[in-house]
């Protein structure tokens, strides 16, 4: 079983910033792509930003130049730098990560509890 655990969300006001941790353990045999992905009231979730195993990444246009995006390998982490935050980026954040397992050479698909991130205006 794998299990991710996210970390770092929370209360800011606009102009400010945060960075999201998500953090992997379990039975990691190696973990191909990792995002975050978010969800408004009222919204469908939608990718905010995304990392292969190779450092490659992409954005929404919604937060490119805003946002970065990076991994740690050793420590099976994925982060999200937020700055500077908008109220429009309020919502739940939730990570994704694409594990092989030590007991299988199938790669599935795992998701963090979500954080809820609030910027006041």
């Known amino acids: 079983q794998v299990q991710l655990v996210e970390s770092g969300g929370g209360l800011v006001q606009a102009g400010g910033s945060l960075r999201l941790s998500c953090a992997a353990s379990?039975?990691?045999?190696?973990?191909?792509?990792m995002g975050w992905y978010r969800q408004a009231p009222g919204k469908q979730r939608e990718l905010v930003a995304a990392?292969?195993?190779?450092?490659?990444?992409i954005y929404a246009d919604s937060v490119k130049g805003r946002f970065t995006i990076s991994r740690d390998n050793a420590k099976n982490t994925v982060y999200l730098q937020m700055n500077p935050l908008k109220p429009e980026d309020t919502a739940v954040y939730y990570c994704?990560?694409?594990?092989?397992?030590?007991?299988?050479?199938?790669?599935?698909?795992?998701w963090g509890q979500g954080t809820q991130v609030t910027v006041s205006s």
């Open positions: 994704k990560q694409v594990v092989r397992t030590t007991y299988s050479t199938s790669s599935v698909t795992y």
């Open positions: 379990g039975s990691i045999f190696s973990i191909n792509a």
């Open positions: 990392i292969t195993s190779g450092g490659s990444t």
